[in-house]
């Protein structure tokens, strides 16, 4: 992504009817020492009890030394909303609206492992 920051997401509901966000854009790398806080916050919808929470955060911790937050600038992007816009489950994606969300994160982990 740093010789060709150009990048192509796809994000999508799990549940039927679907909704697709389709986003083009150029991506900007942010290496972060240790786990960003916003790593935790969006890993907790999972199910788990205060305890089972605190062992996952230290498991995540001392696993990696740091991660890379992927921020992408949108230059493009598709909603497909076959729920609410009837005229998606006749005409496909060609129906789709055409918008700018805000920026969005995610992250990748880096490759580095502490010692044992």
Do not use: C
Not at 20 to 26: A, H, K, M
Not at 58 to 68: I, Q, R
């Amino acid at each position: 992504m740093r010789r060709n920051p150009a990048v192509a997401l796809t994000i999508d509901t799990e549940s039927h009817p679907p909704k697709i966000l389709l986003i083009r854009g150029q991506a900007e790398l942010d290496v972060v020492d240790g786990i960003p806080d916003e790593y935790f916050q969006w890993n907790g919808t999972y199910e788990m009890t205060p305890e089972q929470r605190a062992e996952w955060e230290a498991g995540v911790k001392s696993l990696y030394d740091g991660m890379v937050r992927v921020m992408v600038k949108p230059t493009w992007a598709k909603l497909i909303d076959f729920e609410t816009n009837p005229a998606h489950r006749h005409r496909g994606a060609h129906a789709a609206t055409e918008g700018t969300p805000a920026r969005l994160n995610t992250h990748t982990r880096r490759r580095t492992r502490r010692p044992a």
